[in-house]
């Protein structure tokens, strides 16, 4: 490879209040990575927005020339390297700076994708495609949770996990068994369970499982036109379940470590998830994550609807970056490679596409490389 030289209450902020416009452009891209905090009014450290802004800045493989890049902090230009097949955008961050909804070209997050956010819908279309995990349910108040596990419901008091409504990546999640959280206290008197329910007003609580592998289905849905599959990929995430990065074959295939019938399970799955968001008013791109675990039993099976994403999301992203980056890469046709990200800038033969903050700030990074290629 090559070096680098519908029904959520909720909705986003109006955009367009109070807030300046960039220079006249013929659109700009907007990296608001943010979203799902910003839907329930929550507070990001400052940290967690330097990386999200960081990561946003891929986003420019989806800008023309010309157009600036919106992130929600200010990232340094000389973090985002040349790459040939890539535009170089003028980047601008922070509230004021924001691009009106008229001034929009393209946005991780539409306004109009905010109610389908929610994991409530996630459930709820999970449920009507009976993809649902045995003891899934969402719950509006500690209280209900305390019932949910007094039940024991489909071994709920076993191992669980409690997702805010509103969340990405991994971020506000509780794990339990039985009814102490995973650090001991009790759940009727834990104060980090009331705290996520006065955040989002609601929760999603699932049976834990151990999971092995995790994938995505990207898709588009257009308006008025058939649901479109985009590719199917591998997540990378580390012992914790954090994201690292995607993996994802060069010529748009199916990731190989899953089987023909089981890849064919999640694309259908995928194009089913295209057509209820079609059917309630969504258009644009999405995403499905799954991942295959260990049952009981010992044999593992696929769950192929884990999480809907009505919105961007780096598996998109990192098939965009493949596609634009192609004819400047040495490789293979049907090769595999990674978008990953880390603390630490590309080496060897990796196309960068993010660097440390050369001031000694953010430290997330990006590249792409071979699949072969080890840290």
């Known amino acids: 490879m090559s070096p680098s030289g519908p029904d959520a209450a909720r909705q986003p902020p109006?955009?367009?209040?109070?807030?300046?416009?960039?220079s006249p452009n013929s659109g700009a891209v907007v990296a608001n990575l943010d979203v799902e905090a910003e839907l329930c009014g929550e507070r990001l450290p400052r940290r967690v927005l330097d990386r999200l802004s960081a990561a946003g800045t891929l986003l420019r493989v989806l800008a023309r020339p010309g157009e600036p890049l919106w992130t929600p902090r200010a990232v340094a230009p000389q973090r985002v390297?040349?790459?040939a097949g890539l535009v170089t955008p003028t980047?601008?961050?922070?509230?004021?700076?924001?691009?009106?909804?008229?001034?929009?070209?393209?946005?991780?997050?539409p306004p109009a994708a905010g109610r389908f956010l929610s994991r409530a819908i996630d459930h709820r279309i999970t449920s009507e495609l009976d993809c649902l995990l045995p003891g899934a349910c969402v719950l509006d108040s500690p209280q209900a949770l305390e019932r949910a596990l007094a039940r024991n419901d489909h071994g709920l008091t076993e191992r669980w996990v409690l997702k805010p409504l509103f969340s990405a990546a991994g971020r506000?999640?509780?794990?339990?068994?039985?009814t102490r959280l995973d650090d001991g206290s009790e759940v009727r008197v834990a104060s980090a369970v009331g705290r996520l329910f006065e955040r989002d007003s609601g929760a999603l609580l699932e049976p834990w499982v151990d999971r092995v592998d995790d994938f995505g289905c990207v898709g588009e849905v257009p308006p008025d036109a058939a649901i479109r599959i985009v590719g199917v990929h591998r997540i990378l995430v580390d012992v914790a379940g954090r994201f690292g990065g995607i993996e994802l074959c060069a010529d748009g295939s199916a990731h190989p470590a899953l089987a023909a019938d089981a890849a064919e399970r999640l694309q259908d799955v995928a194009r089913r998830v295209g057509e209820w968001l079609a059917e309630h008013g969504f258009e644009g791109p999405f995403g499905v994550d799954s991942y295959r675990y260990r049952a009981a039993d010992g044999t593992i099976a696929l769950h192929p609807l884990g999480e809907v994403n009505p919105r961007f999301s780096f598996g998109r992203i990192a098939r965009a970056l493949v596609d634009a980056t192609a004819s400047h890469r040495d490789g293979r046709a049907g090769e595999l490679l990674r978008l990953r990200f880390g603390r630490r800038d590309a080496r060897g033969k990796a196309m960068a596409l993010l660097r440390a903050d050369p001031a000694g700030g953010d430290d997330t990074c990006a590249w792409l490389e071979r699949a072969e290629e080890r840290d």
């Open 172 to 178: 506000g999640l509780l794990r339990g068994r039985g």
């Open 81 to 83: 390297p040349a790459v």
């Open 91 to 109: 980047l601008i961050s922070g509230p004021a700076a924001r691009p009106a909804r008229a001034d929009t070209r393209v946005t991780w997050c």
């Open 14 to 22: 109006d955009p367009d209040a109070g807030e300046r416009r960039p």
